[in-house]
Structures are given as C-alpha cells and as structure tokens.
C-alpha cells in the first residue's frame, strides 16, 4: 500500500467518525423531543392561525441555520422570516409584529446580541421560543419556551466549531416545518 492510499482511508475513517457523531446527536436530539417541541408547535400554530409570522434569529453559525429554517418554514406555507440580531438592535426591530413569535437559536443560550434583543422583543408582546442546548442558560429564562437541542459534543476534536449542534438543530427546524405542515395542511402524520 502507498503512501497516498492511507491518507485516503485516513480521510475516509475521519469523514466517517464525523458523520458518525452527527448522527448519535441527532439520535440524542429525536428521544429527547417532548414538551418543548409540542409547545413550539402549538405557539406557531397560534401565531399562524392569528395571521402572524415566525421571526427566527440566531447569531454566527445559528443565524446560518435560523435562514435555513426560516426558508423551511416558507416554503411549507408558514410565514416566517429571518431577522439578524445586530440589525434588529439598529433599526430593523421594526419587521416584528405584536402577533409574531420569536424564534431564538443559540445553543450556548448565553449570546449578549440574543440576550439583549429579548427585553425590546417581549415589550412588544411577543412570544418567544429559545431553541438550546443549554435548558438553564440566560436566554432560555427570559424565554416564554424552551425547545432543547442538547448534544453530548460536537463532531470537532476541541469541541469549539459547531457541527453537531448545528446540524442537530437544523434537523429539529426541519421536524417543526414538516409536523406544521401536516396539520395545518391535513397531510397524514403517519408513516
């Protein structure tokens, strides 16, 4: 075997050790769903139902993911929009309606942008949903829902670059649009 053809299976072997945590944090992700999901259905679909928007907000990696869901979302006939937390606080506020609900994705839940957006956010009457891996952080106390997203670590070997987290959350976007969907759709759940 030459040189070049171990590299490969050692590209190959870390690739697949990759995509292998990914998976068991999106297997953590799905058995962990419980009440926080159901009261991020059933808070959307109020909004929904009342004529008004989901407005998701994230900050670095999560403000990549939030447009990806948000997109989700509107594609499967739920109104929904992105809103970039560092804008929001000079000026753009303004594309949040009192019938929308806030939609907030930070795994860490301690973002100083997220953090300081919520109190102008809730003066407003909006309903807000933290979507984290952290339960008990700061944004999730000031939130009015908490929909876990918590992984045992992400698939970077210093467990810094969001990979895990990130796709574990995208998936959970990704069940909120599709259960969403199927309601107010009438598409069978069954499968």
Known sequence: MNK???????YLERARQVIDA??????????NLGSGFVA???QCLRTLDDGGKLVLTGVGKNLHIAQKISATLASCGSTSVILNPMQALH??????????????L???GESDELITLVPAVKRMGVSIITMT?????SLAKCSDIVLPVAIKAEAC???LAPTT???ATLAVGDALAMVLLSIRYGQSMET
């Open 106 to 108: 930070s795994y860490s």
């Open 22 to 31: 990914e998976i068991e944090g999106l297997r953590q992700v799905r058995d």
């Open 40 to 42: 991020t259905v059933q």
């Open 4 to 10: 070049t053809s171990t590299h490969c299976d050692n």
């Open 165 to 167: 987290s990130t796709t």
């Open 133 to 137: 891996g952290r339960p008990d952080s």
């Open 157 to 159: 070997p210093f467990n």
């Open 91 to 104: 000026g753009d506020l303004g594309i949040i309606g009192s019938r929308d609900t806030l939609l907030a």
